[in-house]
Each structure stands twice: as C-alpha cells, then as structure tokens.
C-alpha cells in the first residue's frame, strides 16, 4: 500500500518548495498596478535582493526564467561578433555558451567534464592566448545545477586581474543565490543572474540581472540593445511600468516580499550556515550508503559540492527505479539527471538529484534520507546501512 497520501515532498532542484508565508502573499486579488501599495512594495525589494546577492550595484528584474536572464545579461554587454569564453562543468555551462551563439557572439569552451570545479590555471592560459583581448566576457557558472559542482569564482576574478584581461566577469547564480556563500562585490563580479524558484523561493517566473558600474558602461557602449532586454530603464525606471517592461507580474512580486522577508529575518550568514550543515547531512547519509553497493555521489571531494544540489547515481535502470519507488510509494520527488554524457548510461536512467535548497530544514532532510534508505532497501538495491542514523549523529553534532 502507498505511504504517498498527504502533502508531497519536492526534493527537486528548483522550483523548490514554497513556504506558506509566500503562497498566501500571492493568494490575493489582483492589485491596481498604476498606484499605490505595489509600487512602494516593489521599490522595497531593490536593497534587499542587493543584500542577498551582497552587491551595492544595480538590480534588473525580468519577467523570465533563467534561460531568460543568460540571454539579457549577453545582450547588454555583448554584441555579434564579439568573444566570450565559458569554462563549463555541466550542462548549463553549455546552456549558457549556446545561448552567446544564438546572439552571434562566437564563443570559446574551456570543459571541466562533470566532476570537477573550474581551474583558474587553465583560465590563465586562455587569457594570455588572447593576445588582442578579444574576449569580452567571461561566463561562469557559479554551481551547474546538473553536476551539483561548485566552482570558485573569486579565483577567476584573482586570475583576470593577475593577468590584466579588461573581460567582463559573469557569473550565473540561478542555483546557488542564498543557499552556498556568494559575494558579488567582494568576489568582483561584474554580472550576476539568477532566478526566482530556487534559494529565493518563489515560483518559476522572474529572472534577476545584478550588474556593476564597469559592466554598465559597456553597456552604455553598446550600439544598440533589443528594447525588452535592455536593462537601463529596468535598474533606473522612469515609470513604474519600466521595471518589467510592461505589466508587472504582480503575485510573483508579492511572493518576492515575502520571501525575502523570510531571509532577511534569518539573516544571510544563518541561511548559508543551514544549507551547509543540511548538505553535509545528506553526504553524510550517502556516504554510508557508499560503502558497499553501486551508489556514488557525483562529486568525490565535499569542497567542490553545492549547498543547493547534489547529484547522485545508482547505475542504470536503478536510478530511475529509485526516483519512482521514492515518488510513487513515499509521496518525495527526486530530480532528474540531465545530460550526464555516460556511454554506459545514454538516458540517464542511472542518475538522479537531491534538491535541498531554499525553504529547507531538519526535518525535511531527515525525511528525505529516511525515504531514499527505505527505497534502497525496498528495490534491494546493494548499500551500505544507517545512513538515516548517520544523518542524525551529524545533525546532533554542536558545530
């Protein structure tokens, strides 16, 4: 008999879940959008996704996915013809790089494959290369959400000052934005994008441009930039329909209060702390089941693993049996592995994702290993035991 009735557990990498707090924000009648409370209330969120992304810059907000926001966060600095390069550790990377394409932008890959974080000699390398400094930007992807690695970013900044490269650091943040430590000014980002349905926990919908004095002068350089994307009169409205380029999506934006309410209440040190102390948790409850059997984190050394997302795999068809037995049985949903590369694998069937980001806690963490173990030993599929027990120990632990 399924244990799945009642309210499921979506254990995805974005959309994550959604407090209560946020979806009763957006459970309300259609406001006036040419006066009155929702103008105040969206000149509110300015500085406080600034202090998320921990930036004094300027802040764009688009109606659109991240995909969206790859593409107004190139449009704004880089025109057709020109270079960017993009060191990649996962699909989105390549997402990214394949988007420069469809702008015109020729592009140059640096591939990390899937298991490991970005090396900033080898983006060393290519800056030197580049004896006319051609590249006009380089693009980052802070953590891949479909290999979970989380690269270094500062470390890129570090080598393009070493080296004297004028290029544009962007980084995208879509998945890691207030679950893993970033620092957008400290870190010297000149761009940074994210989205709305993941750490910042609101539904999938609105995409986030944050950019710095510098990029907004090559901006400003720029012959001409498509009229929607365009992020100038978005970060400096003359009206209020500016910010979004036309009709505000007025639910989305009372939710954003909401959740950025919630964050800043917890306060972002104590936010990045329990994404930490969860993810190491859940590693430590995979570990054990490590031990003995096929199960393998996709990431060998816990430095270079997101705070947001693990990826994970049991070998094909387990992986995929796994996912259906936690869903169909236990009522949690696991994330789909995306384009993993594996000869041995061609569908993926072998792997799959922990999402654990955004509105996270103990107990949610706790009931998603006590799922996977039940799964694992439901489906007898080889593992080492007490990773449940594990997870308990470490989460007892003072830190």
Not at 8 to 35: E, F, T
Not at 91 to 103: C, D, K, L, N, Y
Not at 198 to 227: E, H, I, T, W, Y
Not at 335 to 352: I, K, M, Q, S
Request: net charge negative; hydrophobic share 45%.
């Amino acid at each position: 008999m399924p244990l799945s009735a009642g309210r499921p557990y979506m254990a995805l990498p974005g959309p994550s879940m959604m407090p209560d707090r946020v979806l009763q924000a957006m459970h309300r009648p259609a406001p006036d959008i040419y006066a009155g409370e929702l103008h105040d209330m969206v000149a509110s969120l300015i500085p406080d996704l600034r202090a998320v992304a921990r930036t004094s810059g300027h802040v764009a907000m688009y109606i659109a996915n991240g995909h969206g926001v790859w593409e107004a966060a190139l449009v704004n600095c880089v025109a057709p013809g020109e270079k960017v390069l993009v060191p990649t550790t996962g699909a989105f990377g390549h997402g990214w790089a394949e988007m420069a394409r469809g702008i015109g932008a020729e592009v140059e890959i640096i591939e990390h494959g899937r298991k490991t974080p970005m090396d900033p000699e080898r983006l060393r390398a290519a800056l030197l290369a580049d004896k006319g400094q051609r590249i006009k930007a380089v693009l980052a992807v802070h953590v891949d959400t479909s290999s979970s690695v989380r690269s270094d970013v500062a470390a890129l900044r570090r080598v393009l000052d070493e080296v004297g490269h004028p290029a544009l650091l962007m980084a995208d943040c879509i998945a890691s934005l207030g679950c893993d430590v970033f620092e957008m000014d400290a870190w010297g980002v000149d761009v940074m994008i994210t989205g709305s349905q993941k750490g910042l926990m609101v539904p999938p919908g609105m995409g986030f441009v944050f950019f710095n004095d510098r990029a907004k002068a090559v901006r400003r350089a720029m012959s001409r930039v498509s009229c929607y994307w365009d992020w100038a009169p978005r970060a400096e409205p003359g009206m209020f329909s500016h910010y979004f380029g036309g009709t505000a999506p007025t639910h989305h934006l009372y939710g954003l209060r909401a959740a950025l309410d919630m964050i800043h209440d917890e306060g972002m040190a104590a936010v990045w702390q329990r994404h930490a102390r969860l993810a190491r948790a859940l590693w430590t409850a995979a570990d054990c089941w490590a031990s003995e059997g096929p199960f393998r984190l996709n990431v060998a050394d816990p430095a270079h693993r997101s705070h947001a997302v693990t990826a994970a795999q049991v070998g094909a068809p387990l992986g995929d049996r796994l996912r259906e037995w936690c869903r169909d049985e236990a009522g949690v949903t696991l994330g789909v592995g995306l384009r993993v590369n594996d000869p041995l694998d061609p569908t993926g069937a072998g792997y799959f994702r922990f999402g654990h980001m955004g509105h996270v806690n103990a107990h949610g963490i706790l009931g998603l290993i006590g799922v996977v173990e039940a799964g694992l030993t439901a489906l007898e599929i080889p593992h080492g035991a007490g990773g449940l027990a594990a997870a308990v120990a470490d989460l007892a632990r003072p830190d």
